[in-house]
């Protein structure tokens, strides 16, 4: 779990994932729907890379805003399996912030 952005409470979570494969930059990509008891729902991307040394690997994990409609579609992407079109969904996501907890 995560903190979240809008309760402040560590109880973020990933509901709901599709692995996009790699990218040129990234071997892992995933698009995410998180959400919060509180109510509060979110994108995510997870993108990891195990480029480099045998026993290094970096991750890079956000979260991005979103209104109820691009909610929706990103959650049609992850049900339908299109990764042409989550790949163009993640060009068009807005100001991230990071998840901890």
Not at 44 to 65: F, I, K, T
């Amino acid at each position: 779990m995560f903190d979240c952005p809008g309760c402040r409470r560590p109880e973020l979570q990933v509901r709901s994932s599709f692995d996009l494969g790699g990218d040129d930059a990234w071997d892992e990509v995933a698009l995410q729907i998180l959400s919060c008891p509180c109510g509060f729902r979110a994108v995510g991307v997870y993108q990891e890379s195990r480029r480099g040394a045998l026993d290094s690997e970096c991750v890079d994990h956000r979260g991005y805003r979103a209104d109820d409609e691009r909610l929706r579609e990103a959650e049609a992407l992850i049900r339908d399996r299109a990764a042409p079109g989550a790949r163009d969904l993640l060009g068009r996501l807005g100001p991230s912030f990071g998840l901890s907890g």
